[in-house]
């Protein structure tokens, strides 16, 4: 049986290609929250319009309650085969925010 995940924070992403925003969760174990301290990506693959442009507009780790990871939950996994957080559930992702301005092309 899998041992069941538990996210405790979550970081803003947001894409210079389509302006699209939104909130990935962090597994408990990742960005200073247990003792591996791993990071997570700066830059991921965009989940709306699949440019590699999606960066960590916050810079910080928002905190929330302990909650169970859902599969509906965009969200970077201790991997113990990586150095750093691996992004899942990536085409669950719902925008939160649209940015406009200049640098956005659509």
Known sequence: MAKRKYVNGYMIYGCDDCGKGFKMY???TLENGGP???PVPFVIQC???KGHNCKDVG???FNTD???LRPNMP???DDPNDDCGKPVNMN???PEYF???QNVQG
Do not use: S
């Open 26 to 28: 962090l597994e408990e």
């Open 36 to 38: 591996t301290q791993k």
């Open 47 to 49: 989940p709306f319009c």
């Open 59 to 61: 810079f910080r780790k």
């Open 66 to 68: 302990k909650m169970r």
């Open 75 to 77: 969200a970077f996994v």
């Open 92 to 94: 669950k992702a719902v």
């Open 99 to 101: 940015r406009r301005d």
